[in-house]
């Protein structure tokens, strides 16, 4: 069964080649890259040059986005699964891509999902935070869950029928697709526990409590859009509930 991944670039020369090279080590054969760049002026389409044998296919040209990017890659993907990888994470060992097949074909199942660490920039081997997963339940949408978004895989047949990413929810668009997919149309998810991704820290929707504040409002209208029950107080909820993933962090400080 082919997957096909695909990585969003704008200029992205610091991490790139760390999220290509974590691709091409993975120990499953039929895996389908596709990088989508928004015409980067840095010496992004170098990396990718020097790659070209390695991924299946790429294009440079301005978008509107992020998610109207990965809207792009899903129109040229050919696998039988689909998912992201961001061009400044990488995947966390060279057997994740076959365990995601394996449990698509084991468990019968329509997405998969698992945890994901948050690092520091230029030390990968540093943690500063522990995203853990848990078994699918769709009751976990009322109360502001969900999986961590690079982890997510899913068949790609179904986006012909539940559709792509809307990218006018901007930083919200992954939790909105998510909660579409898992909350409002009900696929069939499985909860993988395995470390899927080291994502660098640094995200768009965390940067300073006005883009929070923007990003709770589209959270919250994307609940409000897939009827997730009382979306106001749940989008309070959402980034509450993520309090305990720095655990993980002040535990090991502490025994230190």
């Not at 039988?80 to 057997?95: H, P, T």
């Not at 994901?116 to 976990?140: F, H, S």
């Not at 998810?189 to 589209?218: D, E, H, T």
Request: proline share 3%.
């Amino acid at each position: 069964m082919k997957i096909s991944i695909i990585t969003v670039t704008y200029n992205s020369e610091a991490y790139l080649q760390d999220c290509i090279d974590s691709v091409i080590h993975q120990r499953y054969p039929d895996i389908e890259h596709i990088i989508i760049d928004a015409a980067s002026t840095d010496g992004t389409l170098d990396i990718i040059r020097r790659y070209d044998n390695h991924i299946a296919q790429w294009i440079s040209e301005k978008d509107n986005g992020m998610y109207d990017a990965i809207n792009k890659g899903i129109a040229l993907a050919s696998g039988g699964i689909l998912g992201i990888l961001n061009s400044d994470d990488k995947l966390a060992s060279e057997d994740v891509i076959g365990d995601i097949v394996s449990c698509f074909k084991d468990q019968h199942v329509d997405a998969v999902y698992g945890d994901l660490i948050y690092v520091d920039k230029l030390n990968t081997a540093r943690i500063l935070r522990y995203w853990k997963g848990a078994n699918y339940k769709r009751y976990r949408f009322n109360y502001g869950w969900m999986p961590a978004h690079p982890t997510f895989y899913v068949r790609t047949c179904l986006i012909a029928d539940l559709g792509g990413y809307e990218s006018h929810y901007y930083t919200a668009a992954d939790y909105e697709f998510m909660a579409r997919y898992l909350y409002r149309f009900r696929i069939n998810a499985k909860y993988l526990p395995k470390l899927i991704v080291k994502m660098r820290s640094g995200g768009q929707s965390n940067k300073n409590i006005v883009i929070r504040l923007r990003a709770n409002r589209r959270d919250y209208l994307a609940m409000k859009k897939n009827k997730i029950p009382f979306p106001l107080t749940v989008s309070v909820l959402k980034p509450i509930i993520k309090l305990h993933q720095y655990y993980y962090t002040f535990f090991n400080k502490t025994i230190k």
